[in-house]
């Protein structure tokens, strides 16, 4: 080889033409040869004849020797970045551009063009053919009537270049990705049959169109047939009656000779990476004139081999934000895609996994237009992409799914379809799966944003409110009204800051109808995305309600269904295709990080899914749940428990989540089965949440739902339906059932004389406080019902005074100085049960007629100066003479010092009453009622039976009833009064306080 590179004859045409003809046929055959001709500097030395020839005249046998040196040294730079290196320092570039501006030949024309694309995939030979106008030279070589070589190689190029931003402005800006649809379509155009007359769909068979069914094919006999019983039965039905569309089969045809099939693979493969750019140029080059969809769609029939790349061409293009006016242009796509997708199993060679893929991202990201969502509700594809919604484990895809389905929401037909094929539990499956991987992300109360969510929030409602009545709301809720279990009352159960909702009776209704609803109330962001001039659906009224069809037992569907004489789908004869690879296929230009391709510009709506899938399906299924809230699948328990855990996690659970819940709980249908599940109590959790954050926005938003949710059911149980069905339950059911329905009303019946009918004359009291105190599973919910019993029949601890709850009093803290005698003074020692103390005797005979009486006459305690208390405790003694000097010096407010033993003060209210101490008597009293707690409520109520005391009676007996303590404590506290002295005492002051209350309004 070293010898024959020296011995290159320049001077004569036939020996250098012979010389390098066995040059490429003998020495460059494979990478080892390539490299070693590299070497021994073989590619400078061609180029050098090649520029001899290129300066000279054109002849016959000066081309055939550049035609040789271009396929040398398209074969060296094919995969070599030295030989590419080489010739680019022996300036072939500008050897050939000069050959593409004036050779005649398509061989030689069509080799240059090689050797461009071979050069182009390094970035710096790429740069420098860019910045010779590469562009316009390649742009020129794409004509209709250009040799197919010349073609291929041109198109070749142009993907090779495509990565660089420069290039691939100047390509489009000449318009030469419209002239490869143009050759695109003109290659696969079916001439021959162009004239010939196409063969007529049969004249007997018609089609029926209804809603949002797919079509389906039916003889015009057994349509005659179906309209005589349509007349017989008076039944009214809203199909179409079309005739099939003569369409013809034979337009595009796969060229069967190999220079027109590379083409075709070329053009396929170009398109490939130029679709991978989303760019309004793009856009319409490829869809401009619907050649290059009809070509693409022809391509990736279930036969085709150009199947999965045609498929991915399209599927860019659906992403393209740009192309989305185009998507609804082509009556096919839609319905091909889909075609594909659901016979994918029945297909020569089914779909594999990317294809299926393509398929899906092609049919999501169309359906942002109006018209191939008609296309897709009626192509039956919904079924296939539930079932892969169900399954995918792939987020990408899923995300993609959930766009779909979002683009639905305003399109009641495509909706009525989805809920048939089971979307409800899809989606409810779908948030099930991301919740688990979802941790708790709450809002503080000093969280910046919730000032701009508020102010949003107020607009939309003072908009909605012009309207309509709101909806049970948030009373006004604001960052500065901290969620305090102990205000305004502390007997409160966490809800004073919740209006009560006491509905009034009404005269029921069957459960096949729901309450009057209201507007929903809520931050529905939808109306900034998405403003239709028209719905989607095809037949609503002017009030936006989808007509309906009288009812019959006969059904035009079924007879179809059950009879043979269906239309059958055709398919296309099987065809072998020539698998053509390309050389390069898999070679791009390198080190253009920066490129448009990497930074292709998103849907927005698609970013903010993946962003946020769980608000996006919430919004989904409050939209379904406002006309479809009585669904079977919303009353599953395991959905409910889904949406319940969902509601725990999210940010704003006031939001859709709230309403989703509303409109699934006011449906007079869902009552019994919710009713059954004991679902009720679940919602009370709410109001409980296990990880109770401080200063929380959301948990304290969670524990008014709660509230909200149940008085949204009690308008539902306190109706006629609902009242029959707990009697019934009551009445009928097994002690199961009766357990738990009792137990379910306490928390659901706000209304005073219902309450009193259910728990005294149907016994449901005597069930409810059976269970209270037992080991029975439902002894937490029980003591929870009555909690929130209580607060509905308003029972609270007692006081005079309503703004003591608001007042917080100051701790007890002892003054060892005013215990201190002086030294001048008499003092009294009082012998104590845990020691002894003394107090200043003049003090205590002014506080008291009983203590001056005592220590001032002829009785022992005042001969001895000395007092025996042996039921009492030092720091009892300590808090009681502490009081009388706050008294002496008119300190004492309302509510004594706070002490947190309750034994302390029981034992100076004590005082205060054997000692007729009345100016203390009062803020004593009142500081038991703010310090009584689960700890220190039965010492109470046992002292007042003892000391007959009828206020701290009430005390007691209230907080057992209404104090905020959870289920489980309360249960104890049951139990631990049960075990007292006074049990029967207790248990019928509970019954008698409730049926009081029962029976006061």
């Not at 003889?219 to 039944?235: A, N, T, W, Y």
């Not at 319905?335 to 990317?354: A, T």
């Not at 502390?490 to 009034?504: K, L, N, T």
């Not at 001895?864 to 004492?892: A, H």
Request: glycine share 4%; aromatic share 8%; with cysteine.
């Amino acid at each position: 080889m070293e010898g024959l590179i020296k011995r290159l004859d320049l001077e004569n045409d036939k020996h250098l033409y012979n010389q390098l003809y066995k040059i490429r046929s003998e020495y460059i055959k494979n990478t080892e040869g390539i490299n070693k001709f590299t070497q021994l500097g073989g590619i400078t030395k061609i180029i050098e004849s090649l520029a001899a020839k290129v300066d000279n005249e054109a002849s016959e046998s000066g081309d055939k020797i550049i035609e040789v040196i271009l396929s040398i040294l398209g074969n060296c730079t094919c995969n070599s970045e030295e030989s590419a290196n080489q010739a680019f320092d022996a300036k072939i570039i500008e050897h050939v551009m000069t050959i593409l501006d004036n050779a005649n030949s398509p061989s030689i024309v069509s080799k240059a063009c090689r050797l461009i694309g071979n050069l182009a995939q390094f970035q710096k030979i790429a740069i420098e053919l860019q910045s010779r106008g590469i562009a316009l030279m390649i742009s020129n070589c794409l004509s209709e009537d250009a040799d197919l070589s010349v073609l291929t190689m041109a198109i070749r190029a142009i993907r090779l270049l495509w990565n660089s931003k420069r290039f691939r402005h100047e390509i489009l800006s000449f318009g030469s990705i419209y002239k490869i649809i143009v050759i695109f379509y003109k290659m696969l155009k079916n001439n021959n049959n162009a004239n010939e007359q196409q063969p007529e769909v049969d004249s007997e068979v018609v089609i029926l169109r209804r809603q949002h069914e797919p079509d389906r094919t039916i003889s015009k006999e057994k349509l005659q047939s179906l309209i005589e019983r349509m007349e017989k039965h008076e039944v009214e039905v809203s199909y179409e009656i079309t005739k099939p569309e003569r369409k013809s089969n034979v337009s595009f045809i796969m060229p069967s000779e190999k220079a027109n099939l590379e083409l075709v693979s070329g053009i396929i493969k170009c398109l490939l990476t130029i679709t991978a750019t989303s760019s309004a140029q793009v856009a319409k080059s490829v869809f401009a004139d619907g050649f290059g969809i009809s070509c693409l769609l022809f391509t990736s029939n279930e036969t085709s081999k150009f199947r999965a790349m045609s498929l991915k061409i399209i599927s860019n293009m659906s992403s393209n934000t740009f192309a989305q006016e185009y998507l609804g242009i082509n009556n096919d796509l839609v319905s091909d895609v889909s075609s594909l997708l659901l016979n994918s199993d029945n297909l020569e060679k089914p779909l594999d996994h990317s294809e299926k893929r393509f398929c899906i991202n092609i049919l999501c990201m169309s359906s942002e237009n109006a018209c191939n969502r008609g296309k897709l509700r009626r192509s039956g594809v919904f079924k296939s992409l539930l079932s892969v919604a169900n399954a995918t484990e792939c987020e990408k895809e899923l995300v993609l799914l959930i766009f779909m389905f979002f683009q639905f929401r305003f399109d009641q037909l495509g909706l009525d379809t989805l809920l048939e094929l089971g979307f409800i539990d899809v989606l409810i499956k779908i948030l099930a799966d991301l919740i688990k991987k979802k941790e708790v992300d709450h809002i503080k109360f000093d969280d910046p944003s919730l000032d701009e969510e508020r102010k949003e929030e107020q607009k939309q409602k003072q908009k909605k409110r012009s309207i309509v009545d709101p909806p049970v709301g948030f009373n006004n809720f604001s960052k500065y009204m901290r969620y305090d279990p102990g205000s305004p009352s502390s007997s409160s159960s966490g809800y004073a800051s919740v209006q009560q909702f006491s509905p009034s009776r009404c005269s029921g209704y069957s459960p096949f109808n729901s309450p009057a609803r209201s507007l929903q109330d809520c931050d529905d962001s939808d109306s900034d995305i998405y403003s239709p001039v028209c719905s989607d659906n095809d037949n609503d009224d002017d009030d936006g309600r989808e007509n309906t069809t009288k009812q019959s037992d006969f059904d035009i569907l079924t007879y179809i269904y059950e009879n043979a004489e269906i239309g059958a789908e055709t398919k296309e004869n099987d065809a072998e295709m020539l698998d053509i690879e390309d050389e390069a296929s898999n070679m791009t230009l390198k080190g253009d990080e920066n490129n448009e391709s990497s930074k292709r510009p998103e849907n927005e709506t698609l970013k903010e899914i993946e962003a946020d899938p769980i608000n996006h399906i919430l919004q989904l299924l409050w939209k379904v749940s406002i006309k479809n809230g009585d669904s079977p699948a919303f009353v599953r328990q395991s959905n409910l428990l889904v949406l319940l855990a969902t509601a725990k996690i999210v940010k704003r659970p006031h939001g859709k989540i709230f309403q989703i819940f509303e409109n699934i709980l006011m449906q007079t249908r869902n009552f019994v089965a919710i009713l059954k599940q004991s679902f009720v109590f679940k919602i009370y959790e709410l109001s409980r949440p296990s990880y109770d954050h401080k200063d929380c926005y959301s948990c304290s938003k969670m524990k008014i739902i709660s509230r909200e949710l149940l008085n949204v059911y009690t308008s539902v149980a306190e109706s006629g339906y609902g009242r029959g069905e707990i009697t019934n339950f009551l009445l009928t059911g097994d002690n199961e059932t009766k357990n738990k329905i009792a137990v379910s009303l306490t928390y659901i019946i706000s209304c005073h004389d219902i309450l009193n009918d259910f728990l005294f004359k149907y016994k449901a009291l005597d069930i409810v406080m059976d269970i209270s105190l037992s080991d029975n599973l439902l002894a937490t919910a029980a003591c929870d019902g009555l909690t929130i019993m209580a607060n509905n029949l308003r029972i609270k601890i007692p006081s005079d005074d309503e703004t003591l709850h608001k007042i917080i009093p100051d701790d007890f803290i002892v003054d060892e100085t005013i215990l201190t005698t002086k030294d001048d003074g008499d003092e009294i020692k009082f012998i104590l049960k845990d020691g002894e103390i003394s107090f200043d005797k003049e003090t205590l005979k002014r506080s008291s007629e009983v203590f001056n009486s005592m220590l001032s006459g002829a009785f022992r305690e005042s001969n001895s100066n000395e007092v025996k208390f042996p039921e009492y405790t030092v720091d009892g003694m300590k808090y009681f003479y502490q009081l009388i000097m706050l008294t002496n010096n008119k300190k004492l407010k309302s509510i004594a010092p706070k002490v947190n033993d309750i034994s302390v003060v029981l034992q100076a209210y004590e005082l205060s009453i054997l000692y007729i101490l009345t100016e203390i008597q009062k803020p004593l009293l009142n500081v038991i009622k703010i310090i009584i707690n689960e700890t220190s409520v039965q010492k109470v109520f046992e002292w007042s039976l003892l000391n007959v005391n009828q206020d701290l009676l009430i005390t007691a007996i209230c907080f057992y009833l209404c104090g905020n303590i959870d289920g489980k404590t309360k249960h104890k506290l049951f139990l631990e009064a049960m075990n007292s002295q006074y049990k029967n005492e207790w248990k019928q002051l509970i019954v008698d306080t409730i049926l009081m209350k029962c029976q006061s309004l």
